[in-house]
């Protein structure tokens, strides 16, 4: 049988955090027909891959692609490559400090086919965004091409802006569709403190951090142009 959706998990020196999500995928993703994608950030020290050869679980789970992004630090370009290698009519991406509740996707699924041509972007209860962002959601495929001018993320941003700009322009054409019944936690597990803010001893964090104003100021812009 083929799959209807492509798992996509972008990561980036966090291997133990990436070796704990996915038997939680496998033991929690009800929905049946899905593939999993691996795209790792640039690492010249190869931690996440040798990791992952080390656990066997590549071996163990339907993974059908493990590959390094070739540049250092391109948050934009890395989830493009993953939904770019797939063919499944539809394609969820989340990040390595992501954790799924079970029935997730079967539920996404679900708010997916309530629209009327069964294409859009669904996002997900995480903790944090709530259906106000999609960096991380669940996309038709066909939509993209058909209704987005082929574009995921759009690659003008590097880091920041990319996911907003694609959940203001699907909810400007009333595209998108939030669903609480879909969880996936967004823990920022390697960056947060007790009170819940971000740490700037992080060293992942901190180096994101200096394209911040660049795609907000991208990102305004773009929006008072209504995107186009």
Known sequence: MN????ICIITFKRPR???????????RTLYPNYNIYIIVDFES??????????????????INKVEMFPSPEECVKATNRCYSIGEEPYFAWLSDDM???????QEAMKCMQAFSDKQGLVVFKDGIQNGKNACAGLISRDFIKKDL????????????????ELFRKTRLINKVKYCPSSVVWHNHWAHRTKSGKKVERDFIYKQSMKWRKRDDDILEKRTEEGFK
Do not use: C, R
């Open 149 to 164: 001018g082929g574009i995921f993320f759009n690659k003008i941003y590097i880091h920041y802006g990319a996911d907003l």
């Open 3 to 6: 799959a209807d959706v492509g």
């Open 17 to 27: 955090q990436l070796l704990e999500m996915l038997p939680q995928i496998k033991e």
């Open 99 to 105: 954790e799924v509740e079970a029935g997730w996707l």
């Open 45 to 62: 020290d190869n931690l996440t891959l040798n990791a992952l050869k080390e656990s066997g679980l590549i071996e163990k789970f339907p």
